[in-house]
């Protein structure tokens, strides 16, 4: 039986009141050759206990990740989760509880995103943080829309050492808002050109964006950016794939960055199929009125008891949708929890420390795998826990002989930019032991 309810007469009715012969003219824009004609060709229904049978079989086919020695990153990162994450975020009062629309009787959900802005405050540096947004790429897109708003200005420089995937949607957003997006390019150190800044910023400007550790793993100079950006009233837009670097570098507030946004993933979610991810959005205090998406306060009540409540929330279901500072905003209320539970589960301390092994473990591979002939760092500036290497062997035969191995040994960007066409984005993590890094350095070495 079809899942429509509608019936022959439903259907006639509603196809003569938009003026199309059949239901078959809506589809009229679609070309005639990519169209199903007939039924999909699916076998038949299975019993239960035969369907599960089958899919376990099928599963069985799937490589078992397990198995493969990982170097993948480029903003989505495999980073050891505590059980204690996993155990609170899937207790049924946070992992059924949705957005809170009386917010009055929402206390739990309520504090859970309080504290959760309090700990993006503390990791961005900045004053204000959102209750979350879908992921890194919109908080980029989102944040270039608040520069916009803003400044009354309609152009934003983006740094081409920013994720190439952040870049997609930044222009999709600026392009439906009749706004221009211009690239500014990086250099030889892997870093934005800063030269190439003061040339072409002005006043037309609303924002110059950029990412540290940038795309290629490299430490942008946010110093010297804000001062370009700041120079001309421009905003500075600092974002990130990868928070943990901030457990040794300064956290872009303590450089000027008027906004600072980025992807979460790597607080504690796994890595499965491209989500759910983390936009984290945070900014100073006199651009929260520009801030899409909710913001909790903490207040007292009547009795002077601790009381959370929904201090902005100027979204599209709660005013006019040409009103609203974003129409695409709702928050991501248990990823935006796992990140709050993740932080507290590691601390200040912990934080740090697992920083300074993702950076010595990631150097230490850096060394090893340069050792390697025909292997060479294709960008000289400082790097977290990605680096970028240039080979003189075809990267995409490299890959498959690893993948013989059950190595995955990082991205190859010449899928992004043709002028990075022999280089691979190598990604070390805390879960990538030396002796991991060892047998990518053998394999290497066997193969080149």
């Not at 599963?59 to 480029?74: K, M, P, Q, R, T």
């Not at 989102?142 to 930044?170: G, I, K, N």
């Not at 043709?418 to 002796?435: A, F, K, Q, W, Y």
Request: aromatic share 8%; net charge negative.
């Amino acid at each position: 039986m079809s899942y429509i309810p509608n019936t022959d007469a439903d259907i006639e009715a509603m196809l003569k009141d938009i003026g199309v012969p059949s239901a078959e003219d809506l589809f009229s824009h679609i070309p005639a050759e990519l169209r199903l004609k007939g039924e999909l060709s699916l076998p038949g229904p299975l019993p239960e206990m035969e369907l599960v049978d089958h899919l376990r079989e099928m599963s069985g086919a799937n490589a078992n990740i397990d198995e493969y020695v990982s170097f993948l990153g480029g903003g989505a990162y495999h980073h050891f989760i505590p059980a204690a994450v996993s155990y609170l975020t899937s207790r049924s009062e946070f992992l059924t509880s949705y957005t809170p629309y009386q917010p009055e009787v929402s206390q739990g959900t309520l504090q859970s995103i309080f504290e959760y802005q309090t700990l993006m405050c503390m990791l961005t540096g900045m004053d204000v943080s959102n209750a979350s947004l879908y992921d890194g790429a919109t908080a980029a897109a989102e944040a270039a829309l608040m520069s916009l708003r803003t400044t009354r200005r309609s152009r934003v420089l983006v740094s081409r050492s920013v994720h190439p995937q952040y870049r997609e949607v930044m222009k999709t957003y600026l392009q439906s808002n009749d706004c221009e997006l211009v690239d500014v390019p990086y250099t030889e150190c892997g870093a934005t050109d800063v030269d190439e800044l003061d040339k072409i910023l002005d006043n037309s400007f609303a924002s110059l964006v950029v990412q540290s550790p940038n795309f290629f793993g490299v430490i942008e100079d946010l110093a010297a950016c804000e001062q370009a950006a700041h120079g001309v009233g421009a905003l500075l837009i600092a974002s990130f794939s990868e928070p943990l670097a901030f457990g040794i570098l300064k956290p872009p507030g303590a450089y000027g960055a008027d906004i600072v946004c980025g992807e979460g993933q790597s607080l504690g979610m796994p890595v499965g199929f491209g989500g759910p991810y983390l936009g984290i959005l945070t900014c100073k205090k006199q651009l929260l009125r520009t801030m899409p998406g909710r913001v909790a306060g903490r207040t007292v009540d009547i009795r002077g008891r601790t009381a959370y409540v929904l201090t902005l929330t100027a979204r599209e279901q709660h005013i006019r949708r040409e009103k609203a500072t974003s129409n695409i905003c709702t928050n991501q209320g248990l990823c935006a929890l796992t990140a709050a539970a993740y932080l507290a589960s590691l601390g200040k301390r912990g934080f740090r420390k697992l920083a300074v092994t993702n950076h010595e473990r990631a150097k230490y591979a850096k060394r090893e795998i340069t050792k390697v002939k025909g292997i060479s760092l294709r960008f000289s500036g400082r790097t977290f826990n990605e680096f970028v290497i240039k080979t003189s062997s075809d990267p995409a035969l490299l890959e498959k002989k690893l993948l013989e191995k059950k190595i995955l040994p990082g991205i190859r960007l010449g899928r992004y930019n043709e002028e990075l066409g022999d280089c691979i984005l190598v990604t070390v993590t805390e879960m990538n032991s030396r002796e991991e890094i060892d047998t990518l350095c053998r394999a290497l070495k066997e193969i080149a």
